[in-house]
């Protein structure tokens, strides 16, 4: 599911791993940068772990997360056909096999006969189709783009489950491990709104209590996989940022969940904190809405983008420990391509601009939001410095970040400091998400409308193997000549811990992970 600041806005989950060679998947084993070895924690994974975070859960309705805590709740109790493990890895979980169909539309699932809800009910190829028949029929349904492809879903009996698609879904076994397809009991879901209040699922957590900004879980004791080494997991809201960070100082928390790159280097040389930057499967983006002048004029986007200096950007927001985009693929992705310059070229920039409404000088208003985007100010200040050696004024404009996304939804605006992610290194989110004007977010809130473009989006999704590597390098292509927004850097997930990597580790996936182990 991809995030809207992402398909769910900075949204992250949390999932858990499944054996002991999968733990040592943060930083330190090269999925990001890692300091700090949290030598003073405990060898031995506590029996409770407090999880600070920005926001409290606003929902547990799986077609519906809109806050980082949602999205970390569903995957601590939700269970699906599949799920992902350490780097991106998906592998069979409800579902034992799959088989497909020579044309590629239909999907056969079987189904695990062993599985059961955290009440204790069987878990039923009735309860896979009535979960599937629910956010097919949600019109509002956060997933509607890797939603579409899916035709009808129908259960045969208690352990098989069919799967229509409208086109060839080569991702779909990638797609369906996100928390926005989890298997929720027909009963329960019968019961409309209430059962979110506190649904039950068979993922590996169970939530116990739900008050206030706080929740609870605990382990699942009916779960059908290996159990998670910690016990008790608590939700914790805590809104700033800086507080967070003292209150794992001070072993109040155990996890500060996402913490503004500035404050890394508070952090640097204590020995009982490990901190964590881990490139995501998106980007940071300056959006550009291409409705109106002077940005509905291509040349003028072009020169933006050739104006910013991501090189620059990453040396100082991440001391280094990211990495600049400017094509459309991230480098955590099939399809990144290096050689894409991220450097400024001013000269270029500025052949750009001749004969466009920005030839002689122009000024642009660029809305941003910190409680988007921690670190929104200083890079907003950085693109605006870049911005003005090519006569372009750039007025910023601090929004709350409900009015930000308002705006950008509405194309209320010119520039927008924003962004782009998924959970699964696929594009059937990223792509449509960020370049489709049916996709769900309007290519990325900037109103970019192209035929050949929407053609080619079908073509790549409906792709695979050395096809889909020719398309995925296309859509850079076509990127790159339209321009409908600016790739700035890889989404970098930044966290801070007391608990060493072997008990709890972040994933390009966004996902904070539980290890698990067999036996416990």
């Not at 500035?262 to 499967?281: E, F, H, N």
């Not at 020719?470 to 409908?484: I, M, Y």
Request: one cysteine or more; charged letters at 20%; hydrophobic letters at 40%.
């Amino acid at each position: 599911m991809l995030n809207v600041f992402h398909r769910k806005c900075l949204l992250v989950g949390v999932a858990v791993t499944v054996s002991a060679g999968l733990s040592a998947c943060g930083g330190g084993s090269g999925s990001g940068a890692s300091s700090g070895s949290g030598a003073s924690a405990a060898t031995q994974a506590p029996k409770q772990l407090v999880v600070a975070f920005n926001q409290k859960i606003t929902t547990l309705d799986p077609d519906q997360p809109i806050a980082n805590a949602d999205l970390n709740a569903l995957h601590m109790i939700g269970g699906g056909l599949y799920e992902q493990r350490a780097g991106g890895t998906v592998v069979p979980a409800l579902a034992k096999r799959a088989t497909v169909s020579p044309d590629q539309l239909t999907w056969t699932f079987t189904l695990r006969s062993d599985v059961t809800f955290s009440d204790g009910s069987p878990v039923t190829a009735a309860d896979a189709e009535a979960s599937f028949d629910r956010a097919l029929a949600d019109k509002a349904n956060i997933n509607g783009a890797v939603l579409a492809p899916i035709a009808s879903v129908h259960a045969r009996g208690k352990t098989t489950l069919v799967i229509k698609t409208k086109r060839p879904y080569s991702s779909l076994r990638s797609v369906l491990s996100e928390e926005g397809f989890i298997i929720l009991p027909k009963a329960g879901l019968a019961k409309g709104k209430s059962f979110f209040a506190s649904p039950i699922s068979f993922g590996p957590y169970e939530l116990v209590s739900r008050s206030g900004t706080d929740a609870t879980f605990r382990v699942n004791p009916r779960y059908w996989g290996p159990k998670p080494v910690v016990e008790t997991v608590q939700f914790r809201t805590i809104a700033d940022a800086t507080s967070r960070v003292n209150q794992l100082r001070s072993g109040q928390i155990d996890y500060a969940f996402d913490i503004p790159p500035s404050l890394l280097a508070t952090l640097k040389g204590d020995a009982a904190i490990r901190t964590d930057v881990v490139p995501a499967y998106g980007w940071y983006s300056l959006d550009m809405w291409n409705q109106a002048p002077p940005l509905n004029d291509v040349r003028v986007r072009r020169a933006i983008s050739l104006a910013i200096d991501r090189d620059e950007l990453v040396k100082t927001i991440w001391n280094g420990q990211n990495r600049a985009v400017s094509g459309y693929w991230p480098p955590t992705m099939e399809g990144y391509d290096p050689s894409i310059p991220t450097t400024a070229d001013v000269a270029a920039a500025k052949q750009q601009l001749a004969g466009t409404p920005c030839a002689a000088g122009c000024s642009l208003k660029l809305i941003y939001s910190t409680a988007v985007t921690p670190f929104a100010d200083q890079m907003t200040l950085l693109i605006a410095n870049d911005l003005s050696k090519i006569g372009i004024h750039i007025n910023l404009v601090q929004e709350d970040g409900t009015t930000l996304v308002s705006d950008l939804f509405a194309g209320k605006y010119q520039l927008g400091l924003y962004g782009l992610s998924d959970f699964i290194p696929q594009p059937d989110g990223l792509l449509p998400y960020g370049l489709s004007a049916t996709g769900g977010v309007n290519a990325n809130f900037t109103g970019y409308r192209s035929a050949a473009t929407e053609k080619l989006i079908m073509q790549t999704l409906s792709s695979s193997g050395s096809e889909r590597a020719s398309d995925l390098k296309r859509v850079n292509e076509v990127f790159l000549r339209d321009q409908p927004f600016a790739t700035l850097a890889t989404w970098a997930y930044v966290s801070a811990s007391r608990v060493p990597a072997s008990v709890i580790s972040d994933q390009p996936s966004l996902l904070m992970e539980i290890e698990r182990r067999p036996g416990e």
